[in-house]
């Protein structure tokens, strides 16, 4: 399994970083461009993302311009709606309006910083992923 982290604070693509290895390989972008040339590539070499967690709030290209992009990138490479990377919002912002525009954007879940191991959990296990055994 494969998932991107898009987060611009360090700390906080650590903490994620650390989370999610147990569920399979973890790449990272500091910004929403890196995000959207990440996607690219991936569907280019035929190795998409399975779950992008994204940030809303990055300088360059915010969350939600780049998960704009990001389904704009699929649609062009044929991939039909809901087949795609399953998108995590991740972010401060939990006020009703920049949910909705998430989701109208094509978001499929929506994590509220700070982030919670419990809760992170609970929406991987959601979406059908088990973390793997450490060897």
Do not use: W
């Amino acid at each position: 399994m494969k998932f991107l982290i898009v987060d611009d604070d360090l700390i906080n693509r650590k903490l994620l970083t650390a989370l999610i290895k147990p569920f399979g390989a973890c790449e990272i972008a500091i910004n929403g461009k890196e995000a959207v040339d990440a996607v690219a590539l991936s569907i280019k070499d035929n190795r998409p993302f399975e779950v992008i967690f994204l940030d809303i709030m990055m300088p360059e290209m915010n969350g939600h311009e780049s998960l704009q992009q990001i389904r704009q990138l699929e649609q062009e490479a044929g991939v039909t709606l809901g087949q795609g990377a399953k998108v995590v919002m991740v972010t401060a912002l939990g006020d009703s309006r920049n949910v909705l525009s998430a989701f109208n954007e094509g978001a499929e879940y929506y994590l509220v910083k700070p982030i919670q191991q419990k809760k992170l959990f609970e929406l991987m296990e959601e979406m059908g992923y088990k973390a793997q055994e450490q060897a």
